[in-house]
């Protein structure tokens, strides 16, 4: 049996435990650059505002319905996720963390009575810890389980636990659902299995599993084959697994010069180097991207990338220099460009990484320890607090965040003040 725990509107709870005044209130929270909606709480869907939609679309909630808005604050929900993921761990055996609010869990071998009591245990003590609600789902595979796991939400009777045991138990609530609402079925799909009169997620699970491997492919099949109940996705490591990392985001506002690009793209390398660090891994090239607003129409487009093969490394320094040569390559004048960004490729793990015959000693001895340093300084006080000369510069790349909320548990001058 495999649960699914999910956080409950998880970026606008974050939000709220630490804005007390937001409870009860209908809460959206914003894109970078504060474009779109992203994350409501249930008392804004409830006024029928729409996932993705525009920001102006919503404004006229501010007046009629007292609607709160906030810009979107990473700092806090991937503190926040980690402190959930940390407790999930404690109590759970072998816990894939699947996204920033997801988490899949291994409860085999377990009774219906025990499972309840578990999962019970798990959602109080999460609030306890965190203040954040958690769904969770447990079904024989992960995509009943996902199934199970929109029942608990939905259904104020379960008390946020859903347990199916059986897979015909499912048998009503699939045939209700979309396919488009089914794990891993997006618009095109969803349509081209209308197309062939399956219109539900029962008709789907009711389909001959080698006619739809022979006109879909065979991840579809094996999604008809979880819906039966026949487990085709083990829980897995992702550290493990991970081959790759990107990070980049939209400025602020179109930048044409290089040298006010050149910030962005410090400041994105070392998130994803970071994210090397964490996962205790080393990379052996890497891209960097550059391009326009596509959305624009009424200017010159341009979508470029320039790549850079290196020995498998997690320096900071040697990665920021390699990536300022790729944008160098990338880079041409005469456009406004709209986003820089960076991937690492061909992840290798930091216990593998062989050493070069021609390194020197001196490089083999001191740039360890100064990376060591620089990652022990930033954990204990603050990620940014070391980082590359080349960061400095114009912050025009930076997002719109008119709305954004303190950080409240990442950084000392934002921490939450109690008065006794």
Known sequence: MIALIDCNNFYASCEQVFQPQLAGKPLVVLSNNDGNVIARSSEAKKL????????????????SHELQIRSSNYALYGDMSSRVMETLEEL?????????????????????????????????RVQRHTGLQVSIGVAQ????????????????????????????????????????DVWGIGRKISRKLT???????????????????????????????????????????????RKSLMCGRSFGKPLKELEDIRP?????????????????????????????????????????????????????????????????????????????????HDLVSVKNIPASLFETESGIKNSPELMWAVRKINAKFGRYTVASASVSGSSDWRARSKFRSPAFTTCWNELPLVQA
């Open 141 to 180: 595979t992960k995509t009943l389980a996902k199934v199970a796991n929109r029942l608990a939400k939905r259904r104020p009777e379960l008390s946020g636990v859903c347990i199916g045991t059986e897979t015909e138990s499912f048998g009503r609530i699939l045939e209700q659902m979309e396919t488009g």
């Open 264 to 344: 962005a793209l410090t400041h994105f390398v070392q998130n994803a180097v970071t994210r090397l660090w964490k996962y205790k891994q080393a990379t052996s090239a890497l891209t960097v991207y550059l391009s326009t607003n596509r959305f624009r129409k009424n200017i010159a487009q341009r979508s470029v990338s320039a790549s850079v093969e290196l020995s498998a490394t997690d320096n900071l320094i040697l990665l920021n220099a390699a990536a300022q040569r790729a944008l160098e390559q990338a880079f041409e004048s005469g456009f406004e460009y709209h986003k820089v960004g960076v991937l690492l």
């Open 195 to 241: 197309g062939f009169g399956i219109h539900n997620a029962k008709q789907l699970r009711d389909a001959d599993p080698v006619w739809i491997k022979k006109q879909f492919s065979v991840v579809l099949m094996r999604t008809v084959l979880e819906l039966r109940g026949e487990s085709c996705l083990k829980l897995e490591e992702p550290e493990e697994s």
């Open 92 to 124: 759970l055996p072998n816990v894939e963390r699947y996204s920033i609010d997801e988490a899949f869990a291994d409860l085999s071998g377990l009774s219906r009575a025990r499972m309840l009591e578990l999962c019970q245990h798990v959602r109080h």
């Open 48 to 63: 029928g505002i729409g996932m993705g939609v525009l920001t102006g679309s919503v404004r006229g909630f501010v007046r």
